[in-house]
């Protein structure tokens, strides 16, 4: 084990792991059963596992056809879409959060037409929080799934043809099973990342308790007058998210 | 260990110490007074997100009265300014948008001398140009379909908001509770609400897309603007002189531009 690596190793650890000592160190522990009871604070939780789940399925249901597309199939201008899919990487979400009220808000190109048809608007409601949460995380199941893609071997999926399986027969039994820790894996990042949004949400669905105020919007306004409420609701946060990646890893990804 | 490991550790350590001396190099000198008592070096102001124009102007115009100073302007929400300040942010001056978040930072000791209300602000409900919903009143917004972004009763310009709504004895539902003023106001300009509530400099800073519309209860629910030097300035002199300035009356004059009343 050289030691070049191991320091430098050992540093980024402490890097990502002490402000989350800072926050336990912190966390107001003689009061934390009563703050834990305030309905405001189990409402926005609610909300965000919430979220984060319809999120994920909205993303599932897009992202892997798009992840296949861009794995498997030729066609010109592929660079630029693999590229296009990942913008939400890199923008801040806050911007995410305005661009989706350019097109689905109630004057937006889309929203407006929502709007006059169907007399229904997104912004402000849960369904807006969704979009904007969904916006932000596809990217990684997107780049998950297209890697698990890129990597899988083809010739199980000619083989299977050969033996006289469909197209979608051969989608769905061979090559999403071979795929499937990937897609895992992507899953979960895509819906850690939902968990935790916060620009695009509030930017796109404001914030109303019950409605669009999900966790980091609660920690946000808890941040204005109470310090110790806000550490409180953080930690809440990072157990319920800690909790159920490590039982979904120990379920689903044993061999990721 | 190899010799060749080692090396490479070293560089590692020396980019590291590099890099770190790089980010404390690029600092100012903290400044001061200098032998004749003039004011030097940067003076970092904490102010409320709502003086953003205003102070900006201002510190401007103080960098050109006091040769050799710069100001610097942290501009966000007062509460999170106070709470910057209580953790040890190297601020000289404090400029909050309430008293209560003024109380926050002089309640924990760390202002140095009293806070002083150098302006008052109140709200306005601002709405598109043409005002296309009517609306000419609080009790206007709790018409079906008017869609309303209040501030959250965590910021100043949501508790005044609820004062107003209170003294008018209107009950009403906002779509949203913004997390500041900027947020509120963002939303009537992006057309996705019909109103909001916001301070009328605000309003007036928006202009080219919003109307300000004024009523009576906002006169219940003014809001003072406290400043104060803060104890562990690192320019205690350039502190003083800087609160001295926003009280005089170059600086109430671009306050009073901007839509603020006096103290």
Redesign the interface.
């Known amino acids: 084990m ?3 690596l191991l ?2 190793a050992g540093l980024g650890l402490l890097f990502l792991v002490l402000p989350l000592a800072g926050l336990v160190l912190r966390a107001p522990w003689t009061t934390l059963p009563q703050r834990l009871t305030e309905p405001g604070a189990l409402t926005a939780l609610r909300l965000s596992v919430q979220t984060a789940t319809l999120a994920t399925v909205f993303c599932l249901l897009l992202g892997v056809p798009l992840a296949w597309l861009l794995a498997r199939v030729e066609f010109p201008g592929r660079r630029l879409v693999r590229a296009l899919v990942t913008v939400p990487l890199v923008l801040p979400p806050v911007v995410g959060g ?1 661009a989706l ?2 097109v689905f ?3 937006g190109l889309f929203g407006g037409w929502l709007d006059a048809t169907f007399g229904v608007t997104l ?2 409601t849960t369904a807006g929080v969704v979009l904007a949460e969904s916006f932000v995380a596809m990217p990684f199941l997107v780049i998950a799934v297209e890697g698990a893609l890129r990597a899988a071997d083809h010739r199980y999926e000619e083989a299977a043809a050969t033996l006289g399986a469909g197209r979608w027969t051969t989608f769905t039994h061979v090559t999403l099973p071979l795929v499937a820790p990937g897609l895992a894996a992507g899953a979960v990042l895509c819906w850690a990342r939902a968990l935790g949004e916060f620009g695009a949400t ?1 930017t796109f669905a ?4 019950g409605r ?2 999900t966790m980091p ?1 609660a920690v ?6 109470d ?1 110790e409420s806000a550490i409180v609701l953080s930690l809440v946060l990072l157990v319920v998210s800690v909790g159920i990646l490590v039982a979904l890893r120990d379920r689903w990804m044993t061999n990721a | 260990m190899s010799g060749r490991g080692r090396r490479t550790t070293l560089a590692a350590v020396a980019a590291f110490a590099a890099l770190a001396t790089a980010g404390c190099g690029g600092d100012p000198p903290s400044g001061g007074a200098d032998a004749d008592g003039r004011v030097t070096g940067t003076v970092t102001v904490f102010a409320a997100a709502s003086l953003t124009e205003s102070f900006t102007r201002i510190g401007k115009d103080f960098e050109a009265a006091h040769p050799g100073t710069t100001v610097t302007l942290n501009l966000a929400g007062s509460s999170a300014l106070a709470n910057q300040i209580n953790q040890g942010a190297p601020a000289d001056v404090f400029a909050s948008a309430a008293p209560k978040n003024m109380a926050t930072v002089t309640e924990a000791g760390n202002a140095d001398g009293t806070p002083s209300v150098f302006a008052r602000n109140q709200l306005v409900i601002a709405v598109p140009h043409g005002n296309p919903k009517g609306v000419t009143a609080l009790a206007d917004l709790t018409r079906p379909g008017v869609k309303v972004a209040l501030c959250a009763d965590q910021v100043p310009c949501g508790a005044a908001a609820r004062t107003a709504l209170d003294a008018a004895g209107v009950a009403l539902t906002p779509v949203t509770l913004e997390q500041d003023v900027k947020g509120a106001l963002a939303k009537v300009r992006l057309g996705e609400v019909d109103a909001a509530l916001v301070y009328r400099t605000d309003a007036r800073a928006a202009s080219a897309d919003v109307t300000g519309v004024e009523f009576g209860e906002s006169a219940r629910a003014v809001n003072d603007y406290p400043i104060v030097a803060l104890r562990d300035a690192p320019n205690p002199a350039g502190a003083r002189a800087f609160v001295a300035y926003v009280r005089s009356a170059p600086a109430q004059a671009v306050l009073a531009d901007a839509g603020f009343q006096a103290p």
Do not use: C, M, S
Request: aromatic share 10%; net charge positive.
């Open positions: 050289p030691a070049a320091i430098p305005v009220l350019l808000g109630r004057r912004p402000f509030i404001g914030n109303y308790p669009t105020q919007l946000y306004l808890a941040l204005e007058t310090l």
